[in-house]
């Protein structure tokens, strides 16, 4: 996330994320599933801005789709912050949402990050990244991702977390269809167990990005989900049939769908392939690159 200050306001960047790589390793007794995954941060952002008020919390958003304010994910970070902290200072929050809803670019997850850490800002609480991110696992597998340098291997729900660094930033081009796939609808309908010769290893693609051997992680991207979600969302598995015909390096769903992304060859053949897919009236098209801080 990228946070600048204006006096007393802060006004925050949250990315969205892919990824790269998605192996289900199998269903776990507290309902979850145990996962495997590589996670990276693209340069498109909804935009928070944090401002002190007299009292209360007022949360508005210029995008309906996102659900009522009241319960969504940002409402819940600031309330987990004031139960921690026992803090009641009047805060308002503007969010512009940039990234599609229900599109497995983690979106809400990434604003809830945002949340919590111009909180911690805000309001001095001065609680570590460790502390910040066990928080995180509270609201969603995916909110602790977005609190790191913007790549990691993701286990556990989604929480356990490794970073990665690259030498070689990757482009790509995101086509997110009208309709989203629900992610806990999306688990149900995948059919488990996993033969334990077919499950993918998340090492050879995590080697090849570290190295930036972009060409070789675009022929190791994997998402167990997409099958489930080619079943749910028809507008999905269209979609995937015209993705398989696309000149990329390799293409994949995010997360549980339904955005589809190809990794390209730089901003050339993002911005090529982007103007290919625009005329086609699949969903909204962006041309994206890996975004990476410290
Ligand atoms: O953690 P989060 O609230 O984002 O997850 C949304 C839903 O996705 C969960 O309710 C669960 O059904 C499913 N999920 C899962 N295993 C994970 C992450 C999410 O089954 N590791």
């Known amino acids: 996330m990228i946070v600048h200050r204006h006096g007393h306001q802060l006004v925050a960047l949250a990315p969205a ?20 995954s590589l996670m990276l941060s693209v340069s498109l952002f909804d935009v928070l801005t944090v401002t002190p008020r007299a ?22 970070a600031v309330a987990l912050v004031r139960s921690e902290s026992g803090r009641d200072d ?8 940039k990234i599609p809803v229900a599109a497995g670019l983690a979106g809400g997850s990434s604003d809830a990050a945002v ?37 990691a291997i993701a286990r556990g729900r989604g929480e356990k977390l490794t970073p990665l660094d690259t030498p070689v930033m990757p482009w790509l081009v995101l086509l997110c269809p ?7 609808e999306c688990f149900r309908q995948l059919e488990l167990p996993i033969d334990d010769a077919a499950i993918a290893r998340v090492e050879p693609i995590a080697d090849a990005f570290a190295r930036g051997d ?28 015209h993705a398989a015909r696309w000149p990329c390096l390799g293409q994949r769903m ?12 730089g901003p050339e ?19 994206v690159h890996g975004c990476l801080n410290d």
């Open 254 to 265: 995010s997360g549980s769908g339904s955005t589809w992304f190809a990794l390209c060859e």
């Open 55 to 76: 009292a209360g919390t007022v949360i508005a958003c210029d995008d309906s789709s996102a659900g009522p304010v009241g319960d969504n994910l940002v409402s819940r």
């Open 90 to 97: 009047g805060v308002a929050i503007t969010l512009l949402k």
């Open 269 to 287: 053949h993002a911005a090529a392939l982007a103007d290919q897919l625009r005329p086609l009236n699949l969903g909204k098209v962006f041309v």
């Open 115 to 151: 949340t919590l850490s111009a909180l911690n800002e805000l309001w001095n609480l001065g609680w570590t990244r460790e502390r910040l991110s066990a928080m995180a696992a509270t609201l969603g597998s995916d909110v602790p991702f977005f609190l790191g340098t913007g790549a």
């Open 214 to 241: 972009i060409a070789e992680v675009g022929r190791r991207l994997v998402n167990r989900l997409e099958t489930p979600a080619r079943k749910i969302n028809a507008d999905v598995d269209h979609v995937a049939r």
């Open 178 to 184: 009208a309709t989203g796939v629900s992610t806990a």
């Open 17 to 36: 994320k892919v990824n790269l790589h998605l192996e289900v390793r199998g269903k776990r007794a507290d309902g979850y599933h145990e996962l495997e």
